[in-house]
């Protein structure tokens, strides 16, 4: 049990916490929300006795184990695994002591030694390690690399899986998917799921937070707001508080009136009918979750250029890649054919590495296309946005600076207006940018690209940094924008809530991807078993010598016997899934005509949407069982 008992914090002249009470039980997973600067790194501080209550106390049971992720890394000179491992300490401390007694020849300590290791699980720590590293996107040939051969990214990856080998009843994580790519962050989700001790996540990713928390603690007015549920949970309960108060009930009707007026205008038009299905989609939602943002600071919208093309910009029989140091070419993507129409919302997916990114820079003119051709349609005005827009900023303008070079015309009274919008109010708009935070770069890389009126945002990653309001407002922001949009995120409410479609980048090809999100994850879990069989078959074929064939086929059949109702089990769900899924792309069939939305059609609608979800939660549960049976067969397969 964690216990904040009228805990007051100072920081400064500013109190973070005033009074505040907090009891968190074990085995609880936590999700920790707040604005930027609220304290939640400080509360973190708190629970790890860095910081100090002012008053009241903060009480922990004893002999607690505690694992966080730290932000900075110490140790640069050890290898990936081995830095990965060092989050064992009492696994180094037992492996210290062997070392020791052997020396001494001391036997039995070095005995008493030997069985300390094995109960801390020393035998198979290297390949737990080496699961964690692949499970956060490194390859086996990173393994052996030095820390200080990695980038900034990649060494907090190192960190976080650094702080899941650690042993621990409680884990503080601290935006532990910010560096994340999408499959990362699945595999993250996973492995939290199943972490047996308590859990408290600071995260503004609310799939993230949905798929894992049990408690939500809001960070407002310097009070500590326990919601009981997951984000989603705490979005609606929060909503019902909210929306009691007429005036902000009022800003959101006027929300809904400007998502239902755009539906109402392109319901019927065939080439607006998928972005009009996911206004109508939101129209629905905004009635449970609109409320709970509806006091946020950030409230914006980017406007469109006043031309565009029908086409926006192709690339026809490209080869995508990198010019080596010796002059070679690097391919990742070769013959290339991809293009974006204007109104088009796509969304990336792909392995990492695989080139999605090598793909973006190459339509923004980043990269140079190694072969083949690159066309703009005659308006295209693109805005792009990724990670090194933010380096890009001059630190020592303010933000009313950067939009005033921009248009030199433009009067500081309507600047600072508009840059409100994205939270920079008062003198805020007037501070030199090499004060802010990076979600505060964030934020003024947003506004600048929005100033411009793009007919194409082509965004990298757009929401690290960027707390949950200010995400939610860039959510709203590109579901009114009437242009194309091209987009990579690991943050799959972006995802689900601003694309129409997506594309897959995966073993050298961009390929239209028929499926959601959902199907990706399906996906990926498919593909990361194939190459789990591919290694053991290479593993097998090594031992193959050495193992007497006869004596192969005899446990071969054994094993066969012993696995053979996991596998039933396993065509069983399967089947439950083949149906469960046709019955959904049949109602995904009948909702496309455009006439069910009608008035007349509402019972028939109705009907339909409740079809839906009793076949998606059957779905979801044979998923559910599939993946449980498969972990079992695998777990069978790797004892025998």
């Given at each position: 049990m964690i216990?904040?008992?009228?805990?007051s914090?100072?920081?400064?002249?500013?109190?973070?916490l005033?009074?505040?009470?907090?009891?968190?039980f074990?085995?609880?997973?936590?999700?920790?929300?707040?604005?930027?600067?609220a304290?939640?790194?400080?509360?973190?501080?708190?629970?790890?006795?860095?910081?100090?209550?002012?008053?009241g106390e903060?009480?922990?049971?004893?002999?607690?184990?505690?694992?966080?992720?730290?932000?900075?890394?110490?140790?640069?000179?050890?290898?990936?695994?081995?830095?990965?491992?060092?989050?064992?300490d009492?696994?180094?401390?037992?492996?210290?002591?062997?070392?020791?007694?052997?020396?001494k020849?001391?036997?039995?300590?070095?005995?008493?030694?030997?069985s300390?290791?094995?109960?801390?699980?020393?035998?198979?720590?290297?390949?737990?390690?080496?699961?964690?590293l692949?499970?956060?996107?490194?390859?086996?040939?990173?393994?052996?690399?030095?820390?200080?051969?990695?980038?900034?990214?990649?060494?907090?990856?190192?960190?976080?899986?650094?702080?899941?080998?650690?042993?621990?009843?409680?884990?503080?994580?601290d935006e532990?998917?910010?560096?994340?790519?999408?499959?990362?962050v699945?595999w993250?989700?996973?492995?939290?799921?199943?972490?047996?001790?308590?859990?408290?996540?600071i995260?503004h990713d609310?799939?993230?937070?949905?798929?894992?928390?049990?408690?939500?603690?809001?960070l407002?007015?310097k009070?500590?707001?326990?919601?009981k549920?997951n984000?989603?949970?705490?979005?609606?309960?929060?909503?019902?508080?909210?929306?009691q108060?007429?005036?902000?009930?009022?800003?959101?009707?006027r929300k809904?009136?400007?998502?239902?007026?755009?539906?109402?205008?392109f319901?019927?038009?065939?080439?607006?009918a998928?972005?009009?299905?996911?206004?109508?989609k939101?129209?629905?939602?905004?009635?449970?979750?609109?409320?709970a943002?509806?006091?946020?600071?950030?409230e914006?919208?980017?406007?469109?250029?006043?031309?565009?093309?029908?086409?926006l910009?192709s690339?026809?029989?490209?080869?995508?890649?990198?010019?080596?140091e010796d002059?070679s070419?690097?391919?990742?993507?070769?013959?290339?054919?991809?293009?974006?129409?204007d109104?088009?919302?796509?969304?990336?997916?792909?392995?990492?590495?695989?080139?999605?990114?090598?793909?973006?820079?190459?339509?923004?003119?980043?990269?140079?296309?190694?072969?083949?051709?690159?066309?703009?349609?005659?308006?295209?005005?693109i805005?792009?946005f990724?990670?090194?827009?933010?380096?890009?900023?001059?630190?020592?303008?303010?933000?009313?600076?950067?939009?005033?070079?921009?248009?030199?015309?433009?009067?500081?009274?309507?600047?600072?207006?508009?840059?409100?919008?994205?939270?920079?109010?008062?003198?805020d708009?007037?501070?030199a940018?090499?004060g802010?935070?990076?979600?505060?770069?964030?934020?003024?890389?947003?506004?600048?690209?929005?100033?411009?009126?793009?007919?194409?945002?082509?965004?990298?990653?757009?929401?690290?940094?960027?707390?949950?309001?200010?995400?939610?407002?860039l959510?709203?922001?590109?579901?009114?924008?009437?242009?194309?949009?091209?987009?990579?995120?690991?943050?799959r409410?972006?995802l689900?809530?601003?694309?129409?479609?997506?594309?897959?980048?995966?073993?050298?090809?961009?390929?239209?991807?028929?499926?959601?999100?959902?199907s990706?994850?399906q996906w990926?879990q498919a593909?990361?078993?194939q190459a789990?069989?591919?290694?053991?078959?290479v593993?097998?074929?090594?031992?193959?010598?050495?193992?007497?064939?006869?004596?192969?086929r005899?446990?071969?059949?054994?094993?066969?016997?012993?696995?053979?109702?996991?596998r039933?089990?396993i065509?069983?769900?399967?089947?439950?899934?083949?149906?469960?899924?046709?019955?959904?792309?049949?109602?995904?069939?009948?909702?496309?005509?455009?006439?069910?939305?009608e008035?007349?059609?509402?019972?028939?609608?109705?009907a339909?949407?409740?079809?839906?979800?009793k076949?998606?939660?059957?779905l979801?549960?044979?998923?559910?069982?599939?993946?449980?049976?498969?972990?079992?067969?695998?777990?069978?397969?790797?004892a025998l």
């Open positions: 216990q904040f008992s009228e805990v914090l100072q920081r400064g002249t500013q109190f973070l005033e009074q505040a009470d907090m009891t968190i074990e085995g609880q997973k936590v999700g920790l929300i707040g604005a930027n600067g304290g939640k790194s400080s509360l973190f501080a708190l629970v790890r006795g860095q910081l100090h209550a002012d008053t903060v009480i922990l049971p004893g002999q607690r184990r505690i694992s966080f992720m730290a932000q900075e890394v110490e140790d640069v000179d050890r290898t990936a695994l081995e830095y990965c491992l060092d989050g064992d009492r696994l180094r401390m037992i492996e210290a002591k062997i070392e020791e007694s052997q020396a020849g001391d036997d039995h300590g070095h005995a008493h030694w030997l300390e290791y094995e109960n801390a699980h020393g035998y198979t720590a290297q390949a737990r390690g080496e699961t964690l692949q499970g956060l996107g490194f390859k086996m040939a990173d393994m052996q690399k030095k820390v200080a051969d990695f980038s900034g990214g990649w060494r907090i990856r190192l960190n976080l899986a650094r702080a899941l080998m650690c042993p621990s009843d409680i884990l503080l994580l532990p998917t910010n560096h994340l790519d999408l499959d990362a699945m993250l989700e996973n492995w939290l799921r199943n972490y047996p001790g308590t859990l408290l996540l995260s609310r799939d993230f937070l949905d798929g894992i928390c049990s408690h939500i603690v809001h407002y007015q009070k500590l707001n326990l919601y549920g984000y989603s949970d705490y979005e609606r309960q929060r909503a019902e508080h909210l929306a108060q007429q005036s902000m009930f009022e800003q959101q009707q809904r009136a400007h998502l239902q007026e755009y539906v109402d205008r319901r019927y038009k065939a080439t607006k998928k972005q009009a299905q996911s206004r109508l939101m129209l629905e939602k905004m009635e449970q979750i609109g409320p943002h509806i006091d946020s600071q950030f914006f919208s980017i406007p469109m250029a006043e031309k565009t093309s029908a086409q910009v690339l026809i029989q490209a080869d995508l890649g990198y010019v080596l002059g070419h690097k391919v990742q993507l070769p013959q290339s054919n991809f293009s974006i129409r109104g088009q919302r796509i969304g990336l997916l792909g392995p990492n590495g695989a080139g999605k990114s090598t793909l973006i820079k190459s339509l923004v003119q980043e990269l140079d296309l190694l072969d083949g051709e690159r066309v703009y349609g005659e308006n295209t005005k805005g792009y990724s990670q090194h827009q933010l380096s890009a900023l001059d630190l020592e303008a303010s933000p009313v600076l950067h939009i005033q070079r921009i248009t030199p015309t433009a009067l500081e009274a309507d600047v600072r207006k508009y840059l409100g919008g994205f939270g920079f109010i008062g003198d708009a007037l501070r940018v090499k802010f935070s990076g979600g505060e770069k964030a934020r003024l890389a947003l506004s600048l690209i929005a100033w411009r009126k793009p007919n194409l945002l082509v965004l990298d990653e757009p929401t690290n940094h960027l707390d949950i309001e200010m995400r939610q407002a959510t709203e922001a590109l579901q009114e924008f009437n242009g194309a949009i091209l987009v990579v995120s690991h943050d409410h972006l689900n809530s601003t694309v129409d479609e997506f594309f897959l980048v995966a073993d050298h090809k961009i390929e239209a991807f028929d499926g959601d999100l959902h990706y994850h990926l593909r990361q078993q789990n069989q591919a290694e053991r078959a593993a097998n074929e090594a031992k193959a010598d050495k193992v007497d064939r006869k004596e192969e005899r446990k071969a059949a054994e094993l066969r016997e012993k696995l053979r109702p996991l039933k089990a065509e069983k769900h399967e089947k439950t899934m083949q149906t469960a899924q046709s019955h959904l792309d049949t109602i995904s069939e009948a909702m496309s005509d455009n006439s069910l939305y008035a007349a059609n509402k019972d028939k609608l109705q339909l949407l409740a079809d839906e979800a076949w998606k939660k059957s979801e549960e044979a998923e559910e069982a599939w993946f449980e049976a498969q972990d079992e067969l695998e777990q069978a397969e790797a």
